[in-house]
């Protein structure tokens, strides 16, 4: 038999560190900017992209053979496309939890919504933004609720010395500065 299908010993675990474990709550948590431009998105398929491609079909369609009509090809393939983008996007506003970071203003503990600065044992300082899973921009320092970095930080508070699981391995980070967006009067 190979060693691929041997139990190992549960002491071998011991010395790795796991990953907090992953929330099964089937809730797509958004802050109320990232719901907008969602519903935004949505707005703008719905009622301004789909009608112009539904004509373009329809002329493209009333000018005969459309086995070699390129417009009607392409135009029915874009058709499908934002049909399907309609779709997911309203699957994903369906089981929206928009959640208000600045109800946690002034907090330093680290909760859904927040800017943390964190210093790892390189020395390297970063700065993360806790957001949901369809609004986080990596390029913009932004990440989900549920990747690593997030999972290890939510809960922590300022000062609080964690232990993040890397590709790498076990790095210790240190949160220097939590905080988050102030309420807006209106």
Known sequence: MSKAFTRESDDEDDDQMQLPELPFSGKNYMTP?????????????????????VDVVHWAASNGDRSENGDYLYGKKRLREIDRRIRFLTQRIEIAEVIDPTV????????????????????????????????????????????????????AREGDVLKLVTPNGVMEIEVLKVSYPAKLNR
């Open 33 to 53: 900017a990232g719901y907008a431009r969602m519903h935004q998105e949505l707005m703008s398929l719905i009622d301004i992209e789909r009608p112009k491609i």
């Open 104 to 155: 946690h203003h002034g907090n330093d503990q680290i909760f859904f919504g927040a800017t943390v600065t964190y210093l790892e044992t390189t020395g390297t300082e970063r700065n993360v933004t806790i957001l949901g899973i369809d609004e986080a921009v990596s390029a913009h320092g932004e990440v989900s609720w549920v990747s690593p970095i997030a999972r290890t930080l939510l809960k």
